[in-house]
Each structure stands twice: as C-alpha cells, then as structure tokens.
C-alpha cells in the first residue's frame, strides 16, 4: 500500500537537494493496479545562484568591523550531484575561498571534499586587563583533500590531508613586536554532527563537531605535533522560549602552536562580553 506519509518526506528531502524545480506526483488505478507518476523537473532557474551578506559590529568607542560577502555556488555539477562554491569577502577580514564538493556513489554517502581558502584577518592583542595594546595584520593559507562518509541526515565523518600557511606582523603598535610565521600539513579527521532545526534561530537539535589534527614534516610541517578541538551546541525549547546551550574546547597536545591552530574567543555568542578573538592561546 502506497505511504503518502513516507512519499511526501521522501519528496521534500528530494526538493531539499535545490537540484529540481516543484516536484508534482500522481496516483491513479489502472486494471486493479496502482501507478505512481512521479515529475521531477529541473531547476527553473539554472543551475547557478548568487548569495550576499553583510556583517558590521560596532562597540561605540571606535572599534567598526564591516564584512560584504558574495558565493556563488554551481548545482549540480554533474548527474552525481556535485557542487561547486567560490566566496569572495572584502571588509575587516577579507577571503577567498573556493569548495568542489563530489559524492562518490548514487546514494551520496561517500563523498570527495577539496577546499582551499585565503584569508586576511586584523586581530587585536590585548592585556590580561583588557587593555588593547596592539593590531596584528595575518595572512593564512590553507588546502584541504579527503574523502568522507555520509550517514543519514545528521552527521559526516571525514580523513583528509591539509596544508597551510601564514604570517602576521604588528600594524599597530610597537614596533618592537615580532613577525609570525608558521608552516603546518598533514592529515586530519573531521565528525560533525548536525540535527538542528534552523541554521540561524534553532529551537530544537543538537549541533557537535570535533577535529583532530596531526601534523607531519614529510607533509611540510616545520615540525611535528598534533591538535585537537571539540565543540557542542543543544537548541532546549518550552513554550514559546528556546535556550541554546554551547561549549567548545581545544588544545595543542604536542609540538609547536602554528597559526593555523591557535585558538581564539571573544565576540557575539562567544564569550559576547569580549571583543572579538580577545581571549588567544594554545590552550
């Protein structure tokens, strides 16, 4: 017996792809029989689109951080469904990233992921007061390849190789601060877990990530080490109040701390009382 409740979230999921247009079925009987007619059109308006974005945060003292985002992302790619995204970001911090995402079989549950992303970040430190005492200007560069597996709708877990970057100097400040510079490559494990409702106002689900990395000299590392980060979000709703719970936690188990491992906190819905990226270290 057909489930219309089964076919319809089947359908829905489908749609969800943003690889067809409106999605139409039918059901009829012919000689004692039933015959499902599903239409799935293509997309009626291609397959590329535009997405914009804006950020601005002001603390009225002085400080003004302006970001305008522009991605294009190409879907599909091709019959296997892949995808294709560039983002451009000019502003504060500025980037220029690009994403070629493949899934390995009909089913999508193994997939290909390369990503490289450049970035441009002005980062201020501060004293254990709080007091600002410098602006540092950073580039990074980083490349990432691997191959993942999908389950279901609510997690991905990943093995890749990375390599990267970066360098930062003192813009403002005294000039008696040293330059930075890092070179680090390896391999990496992702596991990511996602069940929200919403990506922006969740009232319900639970959002976990965790990463593991080990750098390698063989991969370019200037030396060898490993570095870990978890984090965990959960969207608790009654009534009409939702409260989201977060935490998250990293560390430099071994080797150097690099640039592309250095963690920071500080800015809206990270310790919101901080400015942005106040809190740096290994740990």
């Known amino acids: 017996p057909l489930d219309e409740d089964a076919l319809a979230e089947q359908i829905t999921r489908l749609y969800g792809m943003e690889v067809f247009g409106t999605i139409h079925y039918d059901f009829t009987r012919t000689d004692d029989q039933g015959v499902l007619t599903i239409e799935v059109p293509p997309k009626p308006y291609g397959r590329n689109s535009l997405q914009f974005g804006f950020f601005i945060a002001n603390d009225f003292k002085g400080d003004l951080d302006a970001d305008l985002t522009v991605s294009h992302l190409l879907n599909p790619v091709n019959r296997m469904g892949g995808e294709w995204r560039n983002t451009v970001q000019f502003g504060t911090?500025?980037?220029?990233?690009?994403e070629y995402y493949q899934p390995l079989d009909p089913s999508m549950a193994w997939v290909f992921d390369s990503r490289i992303r450049y970035a441009l970040d002005y980062i201020n430190l501060?004293?254990?007061?709080?007091d600002a005492l410098a602006e540092y200007h950073f580039r990074t560069l980083e490349g990432v390849a691997g191959f993942g597996r999908v389950f279901g709708h609510w997690g991905q877990l990943s093995l890749a190789a990375f390599r990267a970057t970066g360098s930062g100097n003192a813009r403002i400040g005294s000039s008696a601060l040293p330059p930075v510079s890092s070179d680090d490559g390896g391999v990496l494990v992702d596991f990511n877990v996602d069940t929200l409702d919403s990506t922006t106002w969740p009232r319900r689900g639970t959002n976990a990530r965790g990463q593991y990395r080990r750098s390698l000299t063989s991969f370019g590392a200037e030396a060898s080490g490993?570095?870990?980060?978890v984090g965990m979000g959960k969207a608790l709703t009654g009534g009409r109040n939702t409260v989201y719970l977060s935490v998250e936690a990293s560390d430099v188990i071994s080797g150097s701390t690099m640039l592309d491992n250095l963690y920071t906190l500080g800015g809206f819905l990270r310790l919101s009382g901080l400015f942005p990226n106040q809190l740096i270290g290994e740990r």
């Open 226 to 229: 490993s570095f870990a980060r």
């Open 126 to 130: 501060f004293s254990a007061e709080g």
């Open 93 to 98: 911090n500025s980037v220029l990233a690009t």
